[in-house]
């Protein structure tokens, strides 16, 4: 019987701790995920300009290739991911 009642009282001071809330959680994983798209986002480019930099120089790569709609997928991503 003792051993019981120490298994329960590991449990319950195991959980015992900080507990999150649904919407803190859910704040979290959007986080999370507007993170990984913006690294995403950045790798892509990166890789895309290595290839084409011996053409163009870095800075024209971004001006020639890039627009502004390519900056907002991350928020697309994530707003969908909701």
Same mark, same amino acid.
Do not use: C, N
């Given at each position: ?29 959007? %986080? ?12 892509a480019i990166y890789l ?11 800075f024209e790569f971004l001006? %020639? ?10 928020? %697309? ?6």
């Amino acid at each position: 019987m003792k051993s019981l009642s120490m298994d329960a009282q590991k449990t319950q001071s195991r959980h015992s701790g900080m507990r999150l809330r649904l919407g803190e959680r859910r704040s979290i994983m959007f %986080l999370g995920d507007f993170v990984i798209a913006w690294g995403a986002l950045f790798l892509a480019i990166y890789l895309w300009a290595i290839s084409d930099v011996s053409t163009v120089g870095l800075f024209e790569f971004l001006q %020639l290739r890039l627009r502004t709609w390519f900056f907002l997928l991350p928020f %697309l991503d994530a707003a969908a991911g909701r």
